[in-house]
């Protein structure tokens, strides 16, 4: 087989074959038409001379196959297109599950999309236990369905509830996850992989039964149940008419056994009616946005080891934890211990949500060292601060950090709302000031903006981009101006909905208008979460002589500052926003509501607070959720 340039088959001495994917002139594998086209040519190989067993692995450090090749995902603009896609590799994949012969996949390092198809094709499955093995199928994230035998293989594996909350969220797991649901039959260190692949295809286990209880859910009529009950939950989530495909899956569970093929082109379940509409092909724009965010971070070779944050309130301290979680070092610097404790605590919650093994628990722990004296400044590749917003105390403290840090580390600043070029006069050498901009919670929300002050010197923007991806965040470079890019585009909108309230529209309706626009939470509910005294601030900052919304003002007055204070606009005694039925949505208001966010967009893209229009939508996606599904503010307002 000279002719395949991506794949490899090797012929063992126990007459075992070991198939190498390595796509050629590319960095990842994914699955193009070539790449199907030359594995159909391999499996020819193989019927005319049947090995044993078949290995079937990756030839590259990073990962096994990331899915499909995204550059190919322009064939959906047609249906015709997006029909033939979705049949090549169904055909590939019904191939090679029906091989005469054992198939193993050797799975290390991602595992997402067209590759779990990939890798649910083979009758056994070996998953190496390390951390960048993530296995998953994130089509409905593209506005897709996993139309190569996901929907039809995974819930033989693991029962149709656990197979539809990661074919209805896209979420991944790691190896040790797989092997528990059933995916994996073997979860092993990699020093063991290659042999326990032999292992199991002399052994030839037989295949994995689901227990009845998740064997029944199989039945048709359970599957028509458990689709109806998963429906109800995702409409929650997300509308039929913003983002179809989760409601496709459920369809294609519940009537065709997965095969999309299937479904006639006016079934809403089809590839056709999928495509229809222009959510998939912005879903797949937003996916572009997010890869160029994270290209950004490839920009340089900086790596740190240890972070020092100064600040252990909300944002410091969980800025701290984040770093932890994702394996740095940190010291967290405060006045004092008890200062410390409620982000130790804090700390403690995050980590074991996330990591639930107790060792790596423990070891996140350990990671993270409370600091009082600031020993950790010295030993620092990374210095956040994250005080109170105090123009006074921010210089103060940069000219003491700027004396104790190492010359080559990144001195940055968490402000929201100050100017670098005014925080750093009191430093020695203002272009070591850098802005990284967290937003809260922490933890949920991906972007990190880099803010470049007029002194900062450019050569600071690649490793700072490089430690935003290092701790798993998107990078966004932006000028330091009054709110950046992302504060300064949300402002006028809750202003917007604000200003409604003190005309008398509830604020329960005002949500609805957004939530119905596509927003993933309704603005009067967003400024609750925020704090109220934090949009008063930014307001401010922004528009100093506008008063602010009258309703806004009073709750202020009255201590009332939204969800930290149990109230705001709504209620918060239960944790939760206690919402009256919102009323009939007036014509117009949704209208109302965005076109101040759209016009603010263009405006901080003339002014250049970014460097083009996709990062403007990038930022507005990544940081404030503006509706995925429209491509983001200037792309809708193209579009509109």
Known sequence: MDTMQHWTITREAGGL???????????????????????????????????????????????????????????????????????RGWDAFERLAAVRYPTLALVRGFCLGGGMELALACRYRVAVDEPGTRLGLPEVMLGIVPGWGGIKRLPRLTGAPAALDLLLTGKTIDARRAKKLGIADECVPPRIMENTARGVLAALPPPRALKFAQA??????????????????????????????PYAILELFAKYDGNALLPAASDPAS??????????????????????????????????????????????????????????????????????????????????????DPRRVRDATDRLIPDVAGDGVARADVVIEAIFENLEAKRSLFAALEAKAKPTAILATNTSSIPLEDIATAMRDPSRLVGLHFFNPVAKMMLVEIVVGRQTRPELVPPAAAFVRQIDRLPLPVKSAPGFLVNRVLAPYLMAAMRCVDEGVSPETIDEAALAFGMPMGP??????????????????????????????????AGHLGRKTKRGFYDYATGKPAKQPPGAVPPGLAERLVG??????????????????????????FGTGFAPFRGGPLHHSAAA
């Open 216 to 245: 029944v859910t199989l039945n048709p009529i359970a599957r028509r149940f458990i689709a109806a009950q998963a429906r109800k939950q995702v409409s929650k989530r997300a509308r039929p008419e913003h983002y179809p495909a």
């Open 17 to 87: 074959a070991r198939l190498t994917f390595d796509k050629a002139g590319a960095t990842t594998n994914t699955l193009s038409a070539a790449v199907l086209t030359e594995l159909n040519l391999a499996l020819d190989e193989m019927d005319r001379d049947p090995p044993k067993g078949l290995i079937i692995a990756s030839g590259k450090a990073n990962g096994f196959i990331a899915g499909a090749d995204i550059d190919e995902f322009g064939e959906i603009a047609t249906e015709e297109g997006a029909v033939a896609l979705v049949k």
């Open 524 to 557: 009067i509910e967003l400024a609750d979460t925020v704090g109220l005294d934090i949009c008063v601030a930014v307001g401010k900052m922004l528009s100093p002589d506008a008063a602010p919304p009258k309703k806004l003002a009073e709750l202020i007055a």
């Open 271 to 356: 590839i056709v009616n999928l495509v229809r509409t222009p959510t998939a092909a912005n879903l797949i724009r937003v996916f572009g946005l997010q890869e160029r965010l994270k290209g950004l971070g490839k920009e340089g070779d900086f790596r740190a080891a240890h972070v020092h944050v100064v600040g252990a309130g909300t944002m410091g301290g969980d800025i701290a934890a984040w770093c932890a979680l994702r394996g740095l070092t940190v010291t967290l610097q405060d006045q004092n211990a008890e200062r410390l404790a409620p982000a130790m605590g804090r700390a403690s919650k995050l980590f074991a949500q996330r990591l639930k």
């Open 596 to 621: 101040p966010y759209v016009a603010e967009a263009k405006q901080a893209l003339a002014e250049g607070i970014v460097a083009d229009a996709d990062l403007v939508d990038a930022g507005a996606i």
